[in-house]
């Protein structure tokens, strides 16, 4: 099986920075021990304030079935007023160990 990394680079206005990391946080909370989710977590670029958001999946159908629950978590959460613009997604399939 291909195992799966989303990854969402996230621009948050400075005042909105904690806002984002407790939602961040809190999705990744609901987001324990579902079936086939190896890793998720952020990661900040100090010089840019980007965040990264990522997720490691067994594989695509981990991921396919585990969306849900992201996603739920997310529901009715302001991302349009903590960040600037739309965050930047990206689903890579590993071609190398």
Request: charged share 20%.
């Amino acid at each position: 099986m291909t195992r799966i990394l989303m990854h969402a680079v996230h621009q948050p206005r400075p005042e909105h920075v904690d806002d984002l990391l407790a939602a961040m946080s809190a999705i990744n909370t609901a987001a324990d021990g579902l079936d086939g989710l190896e890793h998720i977590g952020a990661f900040q670029d100090p010089a840019t304030g980007k965040i990264v958001a990522i997720s490691l999946w067994g594989s695509m159908e981990a991921l396919q079935a585990g969306a849900p629950t992201l996603l739920a978590g997310a529901d009715g959460l302001p991302f349009d007023r903590w960040e600037d613009g739309e965050p930047e997604l990206s689903m890579l399939s590993e071609v190398a160990r």
